[in-house]
């Protein structure tokens, strides 16, 4: 167990539709990471956040966007859905100053038919 | 960019052979370098890690030197285990934006019996 928890594990919505993934860091983590994995794309950073505030981005899409709570607590807001946005959505903390690793949640599965 | 480049899999193994999974990279600075293991309908997990020229990582078995002179941090096991077969990733972190890491795309690995 990592510590990292998300929510919904699976999701199937339709083209068109807008779905929110919820990330619960580690305890103590200030920093949360959003990671795209697809089958032709593999592991795609998407956003960083640290404590409430965006540091980071990656290759995310106009129609995503995310957001850091006051309790540390991170959304993944997808929108406009495509097919091509059916993928595992990963959400990971860690801390910020330093090169260290990474803690991974279990990832969302999102379908989009 | 930073980049990280490994071996194309799927890599079949039959119990107790000798594994090597191949990782290069391409960073302006001098990363920090992991190798992360997905199995299947789970999150990633650190398998191991390095900071440094030199260093090696070890871990249930694995194990991966930091070689700055070739840019690699090859992953190597002497004798693997059924259990052993997952999806395994090599990373790089900077550490400019924290511990934002850059993925290879994933080797597969199958061990049989």
């Known amino acids: 167990d990592s510590g990292v928890t998300q929510t919904p594990k699976h999701l199937i919505t339709a083209t068109g539709q807008r779905v929110t993934l919820r990330c619960s860091p580690r305890?103590?983590?200030?920093?949360v990471y959003w990671y795209q994995q697809s089958l032709d794309q593999g592991l795609q950073f998407l956003i960083q956040?640290?404590?409430?505030?965006?540091?980071a981005k990656g290759n995310i899409l106009e129609r995503f966007s995310a957001q850091q709570f006051p309790d540390l607590h991170s959304e993944l807001n997808l929108s406009s859905l495509e097919l091509g946005d059916s993928a595992l959505y990963f959400c990971?903390?860690?801390?910020?100053?330093?090169?260290?690793?990474?803690?991974f949640g279990e990832g969302s599965r999102l379908t989009v038919l | 960019g930073d980049s990280v480049t490994q071996m194309e899999g799927p890599v079949t193994l039959s119990e107790e052979a000798f594994l090597t999974i191949n990782c290069t990279y391409t960073?302006?600075?001098?990363?920090?370098l992991f190798w992360y293991v997905q199995y299947p309908g789970e999150g990633l997990q650190l398998l191991l890690k390095?900071?440094?020229?030199?260093d090696k990582g070890s871990n249930k078995g694995f194990e991966a030197t930091y070689r700055k002179e070739t840019t690699s941090f090859h992953l190597e096991k002497g004798s693997v285990q059924v259990s052993d077969s997952a999806v395994y990733f090599c990373?790089?972190?900077?550490?400019?934006?924290?511990?934002?890491?850059?993925f290879g795309a994933g080797t597969i690995l199958r061990v049989k019996s």
């Open positions: 990971a903390s860690g801390g910020y100053r330093g090169k260290g690793e990474l803690f």
């Open positions: 305890s103590g983590d200030l920093s």
């Open positions: 956040y640290y404590n409430g505030e965006e540091r």
């Open positions: 960073a302006t600075g001098y990363p920090s």
């Open positions: 390095a900071t440094k020229a030199d």
């Open positions: 990373a790089l972190s900077l550490g400019e934006y924290g511990n934002k890491l850059v």
